[in-house]
Nanobody
Framework: QVQLVESGGGLVQAGGSLRLSCEASGRTFSRYAMGWFRQAPGKERELVATVNGQGGRTYYADFVKGRFTISRDNAKNTVSLQMNSLKVEDTAVYYC????????????????WGSGTLVTVSS
């Protein structure tokens, strides 16, 4: 089992940047695909980005392509989401997630979840 703890959320103006981090417990971190999802108020949870266990393959939702970058450091058991050119519509709770299976495309969910970190983008 994997336990995930997110950090780095906060308030930022539109056009600004934030970097989210997620630290995972356990000694088999590199076996897990990692992902970031988000849920805005009144909306369903949606996939933002995923990365495979070794970090060589990534997937991004169309609405973040070119603005967000997912990366991982297996030596530190962390996965990050660098968010640039933030928009008001990026406001949401962002969740880190993990799964033993990587899909090179969209997915509805993953096996393990963090508790989320709030990102608020002001106009």
């Amino acid at each position: 089992q994997v336990q995930l703890v997110e950090s780095g959320g906060g308030l930022v103006q539109a056009g600004g940047s934030l970097r989210l981090s997620c630290e995972a417990s356990g000694r088999t971190f590199s076996r897990y695909a990692m992902g970031w999802f988000r849920q805005a108020p009144g909306k369903e949870r949606e996939l933002v980005a995923t990365v495979n266990g070794q970090g060589g393959r990534t997937y991004y939702a169309d609405f973040v392509k070119g603005r967000f970058t997912i990366s991982r450091d297996n030596a530190k058991n962390t996965v990050s989401l660098q968010m640039n050119s933030l928009k008001v519509e990026d406001t949401a709770v962002y969740y880190c997630a993990a799964d033993l299976v990587y899909y090179s495309g969209p997915r509805g969910g993953m096996a393990y979840w963090g508790s989320g970190t709030l990102v608020t983008v002001s106009s």
